[in-house]
Nanobody, 122 residues
């Protein structure tokens, strides 16, 4: 049974940092891309925020490039989203999800976590 479990969300002031974790079980992580997505209040889930491919290549969308990075600890089957210089518009529920290929599109991701809330506010 495939499971992805996010953790690390919370309340942070503008300009602050958070690191989200995604613990993965039930799949061989080296064969999967793990993507991070977000859904802001009252909005649809966005397309990709960042992803980490099986060979550890990474990508982040322009909206977060230079502020967010993603990495993986394959031995411990965890993927991280380091978020720096957070802005109020980063407030959202953040999800991790798995895909068999690198993709920017949420429809290509099969298994999803429950999400973790990130709130950026003073």
């Amino acid at each position: 049974q495939v499971q992805l479990v996010e953790s690390g969300g919370g309340l942070v002031q503008p300009g602050g940092s958070l690191r989200l974790s995604c613990a993965v079980s039930g799949l061989t992580l080296e064969y999967y891309t793990i993507g991070w997505f977000r859904r802001a209040p009252g909005k649809e889930r966005e397309e990709i925020t960042c992803f980490s491919s099986g060979d550890s290549r990474t990508y982040c969308a322009d909206a977060v490039k230079g502020r967010f990075t993603t990495s993986r600890d394959s031995g411990n089957k965890k993927i991280f989203l380091q978020m720096n210089t957070l802005k109020p518009e980063d407030t959202a529920v953040y999800y991790c999800a798995s895909s068999i290929r690198d993709s920017f599109e949420k429809e290509d991701y099969e298994f999803w976590g429950q999400g973790t809330q990130v709130t950026v506010s003073s």
